[in-house]
Each structure stands twice: as C-alpha cells, then as structure tokens.
C-alpha cells in the first residue's frame, strides 16, 4: 500500500518520504494532504524526496508527483527530485515536456433543465423526421416490390422465412400452450363460482382467436426476430458491409430490409394461427383435467363460441403486427453507430419500439373493431 510522510527538515525545505507499493489497485494518494502541508507552511521554498523504501510502482505515483509539481508551480516553491528513482524522473520529464493546452481543463457547464428538456425535444423531433423517411423510402421499395423491379436475392428470402417461421415453432408453442391453460385457469375460478365452467372454451376460445395468438406471438417475434434483424444490420454498418451495397449501387433497403419484411408479413400470419390452435390445446387441458369437461363438448364449445370474423381479424392483426416488428428492428439496425455496444443498444431499442408500436396497434384495432361492429 502507498505510503507518503511530510518532514520539514529546515524553515524552508519539505521533505516527502516515499515508502511502500504505488500501485494502482491500491488507489491514489490524496494530493489534498500536501495541499494542507504546504498551506500550514508558508515559508517552504523547496520540496524534495525521499524513496529509499519505495519498492514496487506504477503510473499512480506519477500522478502523485506530477500533481506536486503542479502545486508547487502555482505557489513558487522549487522542486528537487534527485531523491527519486531514476525511472520516474524521466518519466516526470516525459510527461512534463509538452506543455498543458489552454483551456484543457475547463469545467464543463451542467446544462440547465431548460437546455435538457429542447434538447430532448430536438432529439425527439430528429428521430421522428428519420423515422418519416424510412417508412417513405419503404413505400417507395414496395411499389418496386409490385412492380416486379425490387432487386433482392430470393436464397436470402427463403432462407429469412425458415428463420422466422419453423424455428420460432418451439417458443411459440410454449408460450402459446402456457397462455391458454392461464386463461383457462383464471376463467375456471371465476366461472365455477356460477356453474359456468363449461364457457372456459368460449373464453379461450375467443381470446386467443380475437387478441391473444396475435399478440402473443408478436410480442414473441419482437423479442427474438425484430433483436435479430437489428443486431445483423447493426454488425453490417459497423463492418461497413452496408456502405459497400450502396457504393456497389445496390439499395439496401431492397437488399436487406425489404426480405426481412416480406418475410415476416408471409410467417406472421401461419405462426398466429398456430398460437391459436395451441392456446387452446392448452385451454382444453385445463378444461378437460379440471373441469371435468369432455373433449367433444370443449370443442363443440370453441366452434360455436369462434366466428370467422374473429379469425380473420386475428390473422389480418397479427400481418400488421409482422409488419411493425420488421421495420422497427431494420430501422434500429440501420441507425446503429459504429461500435459493439451501439448494436447491443440497437437491439435493445428495436425490442421496446417493436412492442410499444404492438400495443398501440393492438389498441387502434380495438377501436376500430369496435366502430365497425366485428
């Protein structure tokens, strides 16, 4: 551990004795200690140095020393160093050789909350205007998409529809599973109170046809498939992989975003009514286990409870839905900066947009289903 004394050896000479192990994970010398010395004794013109049981060293006794140096300069004092080590004197020469630049250390003024809060707005207001441009350069892609002129590789669209589809069967299922017997389970306690129990398939029933398979299954992809497509484009910016399409004259939204949008709008659908299907699997579990109920009577429960609407509406939901996770995570992706940490954040963000553009979707649908009667 550092270890530092001050003596006064005459009416104007400090000596500092140096003894011990100056060594980072020992932490820093408080400089303030030789700040107050020097205060007490005003009449000091000299400082010197002792370092005769100094043992093991690195950078944390030069910014000890240079600190001193410092003080000393500001108050007139001279300062000997031929008590120290040769190696640090060279190095206090080293580091002393370039003068400070002015103004270097500055204090940085604490921005008013005033300051912070345009700032933010401004920042908002940015992002908006980005965000305005990407979905119009996106329409723009589509129309070429229609037109038969989108310039893409078809390998990449089957290969991002495998992704999106078969391999996301097994997280789907259990969730889509385990949110069905919880529905099922919560109506049962409520519906036994009345005998109604047998209505626990008209609840899971329409829950997962009209809002739960869609939601849940979305929320699914955001976490897994709209991270992903975020972190890759992420990766591509910084390998400047995305600069190399554009400067080879290949649109990367057409190259890149516009297969990963395709291809979830195309999965979104078939994964949702599978959810469906597996929600009341597991709604049928609880019904069946529980409740006493038969499957013949469970199932003939669901048909009459489900109408087609609902099953539309939860397919059509669940597109959309495809729709604003795909954007969002290549949105993020493409905003990246150009370290490692900037991806891992752009796939945080491209999660938390992708999710809360589900829930106000989800909500506007509600609304509007209601309107129109569905």
């Given amino acids: 551990m550092n270890q530092v004394a001050f003596e006064r050896v005459d009416n104007d000479i400090l000596l500092i004795r140096l003894a011990g192990r100056w060594q980072l994970s020992g932490g820093l010398a408080p400089s303030r200690a030789f700040e107050r010395e020097l205060q007490a004794l005003p009449s000091v013109a000299r400082v010197?140095?002792?370092?005769?049981?100094?043992?093991?060293?690195?950078?944390?006794?030069?910014?000890?020393?240079?600190?001193?140096?410092?003080?000393?300069?500001?108050?007139?004092?001279?300062?000997?160093?031929?008590?120290?080590?040769?190696?640090?004197?060279?190095?206090?020469?080293?580091?002393?050789?370039?003068?400070?630049?002015?103004?270097?250390?500055?204090?940085?003024r604490e921005a008013s909350l005033l300051e912070r809060v345009g700032g933010r707005a401004i920042g908002m207001a940015g992002s908006a205007a980005e965000m305005l441009s990407f979905l119009g350069d996106m329409t723009v892609t589509f129309v070429r998409l229609f037109g038969m002129k989108a310039r893409y590789r078809a390998s990449d669209l089957f290969l991002l529809i495998q992704q999106c589809g078969a391999q996301a069967l097994p997280i789907v299922t259990l969730i889509s599973?385990?949110?069905?017997?919880i529905l099922a389970f919560v109506g049962a306690i409520q519906l036994k109170q009345f005998g109604a129990q047998i209505y626990v398939a008209n609840l899971v029933g329409v829950a997962m046809m009209r809002e739960m398979g869609a939601m849940m299954t979305a929320i699914l992809m955001a976490g897994r498939t709209g991270a992903a497509f975020a972190a890759q484009l992420g990766t591509m910016k910084v390998t400047q992989e995305i600069d190399a399409f554009t400067t080879a004259g290949f649109s990367p939204l057409e190259f890149l975003v516009l297969p990963r949008t395709v291809a979830l709008i195309l999965m979104m659908p078939l994964l949702c009514l599978y959810s469906d299907?597996?929600?009341?699997?597991?709604g049928a579990a609880?019904?069946?286990?529980?409740?006493?109920?038969?499957?013949?009577?469970?199932?003939?429960?669901?048909?009459?409870?489900?109408?087609?609407?609902?099953?539309?509406?939860?397919?059509?939901?669940?597109?959309?839905?495809?729709?604003?996770?795909?954007?969002?995570?290549c949105l993020r992706g493409l905003q990246s900066g150009n370290s490692s940490s900037a991806v891992g954040d752009a796939a945080t963000s491209a999660v938390v947009t992708g999710i809360v553009a589900i829930i106000v979707a989800c909500g506007i649908f509600a609304v509007v289903f209601y309107v129109l009667g569905l």
């Fill in 286 to 329: 609880i019904g069946v286990g529980m409740l006493d109920l038969s499957w013949t009577t469970y199932i003939q429960q669901t048909m009459h409870a489900v109408r087609l609407t609902d099953i539309v509406g939860g397919v059509f939901k669940s597109a959309v839905y495809g729709v604003l996770i795909a954007l969002a995570g």
């Fill in 277 to 282: 299907f597996v929600g009341i699997v597991g």
């Fill in 177 to 181: 599973f385990l949110v069905g017997v």
């Fill in 48 to 108: 010197t140095f002792d370092a005769q049981d100094l043992s093991d060293w690195d950078s944390s006794i030069l910014t000890f020393l240079a600190t001193v140096s410092d003080v000393c300069r500001q108050r007139g004092v001279s300062v000997e160093l031929d008590g120290l080590p040769a190696g640090i004197r060279q190095l206090l020469d080293l580091a002393q050789a370039v003068p400070e630049r002015a103004g270097a250390r500055q204090q940085v």
